[in-house]
Structure formats: structure tokens, C-alpha cells
């Protein structure tokens, strides 16, 4: 009986770690979890993008207390502080503050330190620091607590003015959108991503052990003729996939997208990435049993950091850096600028990169498939 049981123990196992697909989810997985959380949130470090304009200075030196404000600030740790030049009035700064904030992907905030905040402070007097912000952000929302209590520890360490400083929220309207219309474009690049590459690796892997793509060597089929080939059967599921997804979208949610130019224009750049890197993974799956680990290690960081589910803004600086590497990054936000935002010139930019790195991994994976020794 006891050799029965060692007789089926031992064959599961032999079966578990001969799969490699068995090995990733059991063992690396979990662990590329812990990774990815772990340097996420583990560590605490995440900052949020603050800008800052002080227009209390002296010969263009700032002032005793403005400085002293903006120091405690900085030594929270918790803020990447932007600076706005003080010249410049509180509407010419918001503008600056919008463009220079979707440029580089942070939240639109700014504080301000009022002009003769030292003198009135020395006075005795009230001063009142702004600040402007979406305060339906749940970002934003956190990122006045933390400002609001810089301001009331500031407060109290200034004798005589403990009662005497304030902070005045100022409400902005910026995209005005709910997380459900950020989650929408994610869960699509998301999509296409997951169904471009597993299917690539999948169908290589698999026709590769059947000796299909071998045979294929004898036909008149070239090698970019079978990548274009497969990237257009991808191009269909991904229009399936995205009309699919917006009809629940607006049925369940109320989401409403725009449909124009630039969004058919990204749904082809990721149709034809996406299957393009896994064309290119595929040249180092040799069974097809390893095709679903593979993709899944290339996959996964992908979703988790190139703002899928949460805005990039609240990653820390290592992981950001490392977002901006990724393919996927650039089809969520020019799906986000088409769809949601209304962005038609950074749409237009993502579509372009997308684009080009589609056009390299599809003459790489060209390049390195080698049919006659498949």
C-alpha cells in the first residue's frame, strides 16, 4: 500500500517540475508578486509630485519663514516638490502647472506661498497658504492631509504665530473622471497585451513541437509573411476585445469614450506590438509547456507597473523609471489620451512609439526565427 501511494506521489511530481508552466505558478509567481508589491508599497518611500510656488522673496532670495516652511516640507520625505516661478500670477502658474503635469505624468497641484507671508507672520497677523488641487483625487486628498499637518507642526514651532497660519483648499477642476473611466483603458491595453503575447508564444510553442513551422520552411511562405500573418489574427481579437469591453464599460458604468483616429491607431500599434514581442519570446521557448511561464514573467510586471490598475504617479521613482521601459506604458496612457482625456497630440506621440516598437519586434522576431532548425 505504502509503495502505491510513494508510486503516485512520485509521478505528480515528476509531472509538477517537469511543466514549467506548474513551476511558475506554484514558486515564481508568488515570488514575482512579493517583488512587485514589495518594492511598490513595502518600503513607504512613494512621494507624491507637489508644485510649489513662493512668491514671498527678497531680491529674489526667499524670505525667513517662507524658506523655513518649504524645509519642513522637504523633510517630510513624503513630497516631490516642482517649482513655479513666483513672477508669474496664480492663473499663469495653474496653466503651467496642467501642462508640465501631463507632460511628465503627475498630479496637478500647486501651493502657494503668498507674498508678505513673513511680514505678516512677524505681525501677528493671519497668513494664508493655498492650495489649488482636484479634490475628487483621491491622491490629492491624501497628499492636503499630510500639507495640512507640515502646516500646523510649522505653525506651532513659530513663536507667537501658532494660531496665525492657515491652509486654504482651493478647488480645480483637472480631467474631473472617476477611477472607473482610468480602469477602463487599462483593463484594454491590458487585453491586448495578455492576448497578443500568450497567443504568439502559445501557437509558436506548440506548432514548433508538432514540426509545423518546420514544414513551413519547404513552402513559399517567408518568415514576415507567417509574424504578419499571426499579428492580423491578433488585430481582429483585440477589435473584439475593445468594442466588447467599452459596450460593458457604458452599460455598467456610464463610461463614455471617444472613438477617433488615434484610438484605432493604438488598438493597431499594440495589435501589431504586442504579438511582435511574443514572436520574439517565442525564439527562446523551445516546449510548450515553458510558453505560459515565459509569457506570464513578461506579462506581469508589465500590468502591475505600466499603470494598468493605478496611477503611475503613486510608484516609487525605481519603479517609475522602470515603467517608462515598458511597451505597455505607452499604449495605456494613448488610450487614456484618446479615449478619456481628449488629448489628441500626446495620443498621437504614444501611437508613434507604440508603433515603432512594434515595427522592431516584428523584424526582430523575424530575424531570429530560424525555420530549418525549429
Given at each position: 500500500?505504502?509503495?502505491?501511494?510513494?508510486?503516485?506521489?512520485?509521478?505528480?511530481?515528476?509531472?509538477?517540475?517537469?511543466s514549467k508552466s506548474n513551476i511558475f505558478w506554484t514558486i515564481a509567481f508568488p515570488l514575482l508578486l512579493i517583488v512587485l508589491f514589495g518594492a511598490i508599497f513595502g518600503n513607504g518611500s512613494t512621494k507624491f509630485d507637489?508644485?510649489?510656488?513662493?512668491?514671498?522673496?527678497?531680491?529674489?532670495?526667499?524670505?525667513?519663514?517662507?524658506?523655513?516652511?518649504?524645509?519642513?516640507?522637504?523633510?517630510?520625505?513624503?513630497?516631490?516638490?516642482?517649482?513655479?516661478?513666483?513672477?508669474?500670477?496664480?492663473?499663469?502658474?495653474?496653466?503651467?502647472?496642467?501642462?508640465?503635469?501631463?507632460?511628465?505624468?503627475?498630479?496637478?497641484?500647486?501651493?502657494?506661498?503668498?507674498?508678505?507671508?513673513?511680514?505678516?507672520?512677524?505681525?501677528?497677523?493671519?497668513?494664508?497658504?493655498?492650495?489649488?488641487?482636484?479634490?475628487?483625487?483621491?491622491?490629492?486628498?491624501?497628499?492636503?492631509?499630510?500639507?495640512?499637518?507640515?502646516?500646523?507642526?510649522?505653525?506651532?514651532?513659530?513663536?507667537?504665530?501658532?494660531?496665525?497660519?492657515?491652509?486654504?483648499?482651493?478647488?480645480?477642476?483637472?480631467?474631473?473622471?472617476?477611477?472607473?473611466?482610468?480602469?477602463?483603458?487599462?483593463?484594454?491595453?491590458?487585453?491586448?497585451?495578455?492576448?497578443?503575447?500568450?497567443?504568439?508564444?502559445?501557437?509558436?510553442?506548440?506548432?514548433?513541437?508538432?514540426?509545423?513551422?518546420?514544414?513551413?520552411?519547404?513552402?513559399?511562405?517567408?518568415?514576415?509573411?507567417?509574424?504578419?500573418?499571426?499579428?492580423?489574427?491578433?488585430?481582429?481579437?483585440?477589435?473584439?476585445?475593445?468594442?466588447?469591453?467599452?459596450?460593458?464599460?457604458?452599460?455598467?458604468?456610464?463610461?463614455?469614450?471617444?472613438?477617433?483616429?488615434?484610438?484605432?491607431?493604438?488598438?493597431?500599434?499594440?495589435?501589431?506590438?504586442?504579438?511582435?514581442?511574443?514572436?520574439?519570446?517565442?525564439?527562446?521557448?523551445?516546449?510548450?509547456?515553458?510558453?505560459?511561464?515565459?509569457?506570464?514573467?513578461?506579462?506581469?510586471?508589465?500590468?502591475?507597473?505600466?499603470?494598468?490598475?493605478?496611477?503611475?504617479?503613486?510608484?516609487?521613482?525605481?519603479?517609475?523609471?522602470?515603467?517608462?521601459?515598458?511597451?505597455?506604458?505607452?499604449?495605456?496612457?494613448?488610450?487614456?489620451?484618446?479615449?478619456?482625456?481628449?488629448?489628441?497630440?500626446?495620443?498621437?506621440?504614444?501611437?508613434?512609439?507604440?508603433?515603432?516598437?512594434?515595427?522592431?519586434?516584428?523584424?526582430?522576431?523575424?530575424?531570429?526565427?530560424?525555420?530549418?532548425?525549429?
Amino acid at each position: 500500500m505504502r509503495s502505491r501511494i510513494y508510486t503516485i506521489i512520485s509521478g505528480h511530481f515528476k509531472s509538477w517540475y517537469r511543466s514549467k508552466s506548474n513551476i511558475f505558478w506554484t514558486i515564481a509567481f508568488p515570488l514575482l508578486l512579493i517583488v512587485l508589491f514589495g518594492a511598490i508599497f513595502g518600503n513607504g518611500s512613494t512621494k507624491f509630485d507637489l508644485y510649489l510656488q513662493n512668491q514671498d522673496l527678497n531680491a529674489n532670495t526667499p524670505t525667513m519663514y517662507s524658506q523655513g516652511y518649504i524645509s519642513v516640507l522637504n523633510n517630510t520625505g513624503a513630497f516631490n516638490l516642482h517649482t513655479v516661478a513666483a513672477g508669474q500670477t496664480v492663473q499663469q502658474a495653474l496653466d503651467y502647472v496642467k501642462s508640465d503635469a501631463q507632460l511628465h505624468n503627475r498630479g496637478q497641484r500647486l501651493l502657494v506661498i503668498p507674498s508678505g507671508f513673513n511680514t505678516t507672520l512677524n505681525s501677528g497677523n493671519d497668513a494664508t497658504i493655498q492650495l489649488y488641487m482636484d479634490q475628487s483625487d483621491q491622491a490629492s486628498a491624501s497628499l492636503a492631509g499630510i500639507v495640512r499637518s507640515v502646516t500646523i507642526s510649522y505653525a506651532a514651532s513659530i513663536a507667537g504665530a501658532p494660531d496665525h497660519l492657515n491652509l486654504q483648499q482651493v478647488g480645480i477642476v483637472t480631467r474631473n473622471i472617476r477611477y472607473i473611466d482610468f480602469f477602463i483603458p487599462g483593463v484594454i491595453g491590458m487585453t491586448l497585451l495578455t492576448t497578443g503575447v500568450f497567443g504568439a508564444v502559445n501557437t509558436n510553442g506548440r506548432y514548433r513541437e508538432l514540426k509545423i513551422i518546420k514544414k513551413l520552411a519547404t513552402t513559399p511562405l517567408s518568415k514576415i509573411e507567417w509574424i504578419l500573418g499571426m499579428v492580423g489574427y491578433q488585430m481582429i481579437l483585440a477589435t473584439i476585445s475593445l468594442v466588447v469591453i467599452l459596450f460593458f464599460g457604458y452599460a455598467l458604468f456610464g463610461v463614455t469614450a471617444t472613438i477617433d483616429i488615434y484610438t484605432v491607431g493604438l488598438v493597431v500599434a499594440a495589435a501589431l506590438l504586442f504579438p511582435g514581442i511574443g514572436m520574439v519570446l517565442a525564439n527562446f521557448v523551445k516546449e510548450a509547456e515553458s510558453a505560459d511561464a515565459a509569457a506570464n514573467a513578461i506579462t506581469f510586471p508589465m500590468m502591475f507597473l505600466a499603470g494598468t490598475f493605478w496611477p503611475r504617479e503613486t510608484l516609487p521613482d525605481i519603479m517609475k523609471i522602470i515603467a517608462n521601459f515598458m511597451p505597455l506604458t505607452y499604449v495605456n496612457d494613448g488610450l487614456r489620451d484618446a479615449l478619456i482625456y481628449a488629448e489628441p497630440a500626446q495620443a498621437l506621440t504614444n501611437t508613434i512609439i507604440a508603433l515603432g516598437l512594434a515595427a522592431f519586434f516584428i523584424v526582430l522576431g523575424s530575424v531570429l526565427m530560424n525555420w530549418k532548425e525549429e
